[in-house]
């Protein structure tokens, strides 16, 4: 398993007021999934536009990497790839057999 992302561990730390809305006092929240597979992690946040992932050996590691992701992702193509202000009350994991 190996994810591709082009923001994989890019930006570590933005400074606070640097991209999209993470301006100085201001969080956003971002529901994030994390999967576990046999060689390591995968997550990706639910909700943002154009694909952001990242990638770990444990939970904690894909889960950090994730979030220098979203951080990159928007400090590089700013608001409009947040999800609208309504917020995510749940999300569901379904299985579906499709015939090709």
């Known amino acids: ?3 591709t992302s082009s923001c994989r561990g890019a930006v570590p730390n933005l400074p606070a007021g640097q991209g999209g809305r ?5 969080a ?3 529901k994030i999934v994390v999967e576990k597979h046999s060689d390591g ?3 990706y946040p639910l909700g ?3 694909t952001v992932v990242g990638e770990g050996g444990s939970y904690e590691e894909a889960l ?3 979030k220098s992701a979203i951080r990159f992702h ?5 608001d409009e ?3 609208d202000d309504s917020a995510l009350i749940e999300a569901f994991i379904a299985e579906a057999t499709i015939s090709a």
């Not at 928007?74 to 700013?78: D, L, R």
Request: proline letters at 4%; aromatic letters at 10%.
């Open 1 to 3: 398993m190996r994810a």
């Open 22 to 26: 993470l301006q100085t006092g201001m």
């Open 28 to 30: 956003r929240q971002f």
């Open 41 to 43: 992690y995968v997550a």
């Open 48 to 50: 943002m536009k154009g």
């Open 64 to 66: 950090a990497d994730v």
């Open 74 to 78: 928007i400090e590089t193509f700013g």
């Open 81 to 83: 790839v947040l999800p």
